[in-house]
């Protein structure tokens, strides 16, 4: 397996308000492939997939009642797939997957991150949070135990 | 209906984009209320910006006017909306949590 240089740590300023990730046996290849194919998203993100896997192309996701549909805007082989989704009449999201091969498998980290009208339209992750979704959550926390005792 | 609840949350993270505005609202988690004059002593910005600041938070609903003495407006937080922001991430990385759980098996199995 082909390994790749340790990518540069992000600064705590790029988190974005949501992060997750997971260790999956499985080449890098392999994972592109689960999530960049509609027959093979329907096995994992929701009964209903319809993916134009071009930049610019479209995602629709529809899980019973809850459907959500966007636009691809990242696509880097066996690496990063990004696009932003909403349902209807919300706020707009960026999802991001990215893949990273590790001895024996591939990390996958998803972040999503909501986009605003009121800051720029241009990049996706243009108005990414900078490092307070992990900083809100303890705040909250925080605040309500505070207004509690 | 919770479309407008989702608005709502929305205006909160946008208000929370600018780290400036990120700074006003942990300086008042820290309890009690303040002016926009209070705040531009401590950040690097005119009493002016931050006056504009605190009335972006105000229509986000992250800060409240407070009542109490004085010629200039003072401001609390509003624990509220960071409780609804806090409670969209919390079903966002519980959502992904089981996507990427079921990623897993499904792309194990083959």
Redesign the interface.
Known sequence: MKLRDETPKQADEKTP??E???????SPE??WE??TDED?LE???APEVDLDPVEGGGIAVRDGDDQRSGKVETLEENERFGFTWS?P???E?FVEFMIEALPGGSR?T?V?T?L?S??TNTAAGS????G??P???R??????F??VA | LRAPAHRHVDAVFDALADPTRRRVVETLARGGTVTASGLAAQLPITRQAVAKHLAQLDDAGLVQRADAPGREVRYALRPGALGEAAGWMRDAEAAWDGRLGRLKVAVERR
């Open positions: 308000w949501v997750r990730e997971t260790m999956i046996e499985a392999e994972v689960a999530l093979r096995e994992w993100m349902r009449g919300e706020g999201s996958v998803v999503e909501p605003h009121a800051a108005t990414m949070a900078f307070w979704g900083r809100l959550l705040l909250s926390h925080t605040l309500r505070a207004l």
